[in-house]
């Protein structure tokens, strides 16, 4: 565990064919590394295990993030957005029925969090609003897919 110390940090981002989109085992030399493409493998398969209404719908990895806390156990969780992340926001889930935004249309980024010992143990999900008017929204909406 002395490797992960102080590691508080998004390790990657995706965005425009960043260089680590093409690396499946990052390393801080003597400090720390991190296996892309096993953690994406194991978050991929607990999605679809656990979500079966996605299967055969195509996921981009977002990003992936370790954390370490001093009064606390660290952290490791994985991102996604899927090509049916566009929804109205009736479809919402973590913002309950009450609309204060008016907003209309969301996407859904799905996180897998990780035990320490590797495994996937619970997904959750982020919805970012996009806006009332449906065409600017959907524009938005694959802007952001589109850039993974």
């Known amino acids: 565990m002395k490797n992960w110390i102080v590691l508080t940090f998004v390790l990657f981002s995706l965005l425009h064919g960043n260089l680590y989109a093409k690396t499946n085992n990052l390393r801080w030399e003597g400090v720390a590394s991190l296996n892309v493409e096993l ?10 295990a656990n979500m079966p209404e996605l299967e055969g719908v195509e996921f981009k990895l977002v990003q992936a993030n370790v954390g370490y806390y001093k009064n606390s156990k660290p952290t490791l969780d994985i991102s996604f957005i899927h090509s049916n992340s566009f929804k109205s926001m009736d479809q919402n889930k973590t913002l309950g029925d009450h609309n204060q935004y008016f907003i209309k249309y969301y996407m859904e980024f799905i996180f897998v969090e990780f035990s320490q010992n590797g495994e996937p143990i619970k997904i959750k999900l982020n919805e970012a609003l996009l806006g009332e008017d449906e065409a ?9 897919y589109n850039s993974f």
């Open 39 to 48: 953690l994406e493998e194991k978050a991929r398969a607990y999605i679809n």
């Open 136 to 144: 600017n929204s959907k524009k938005r909406f694959w802007d952001t």
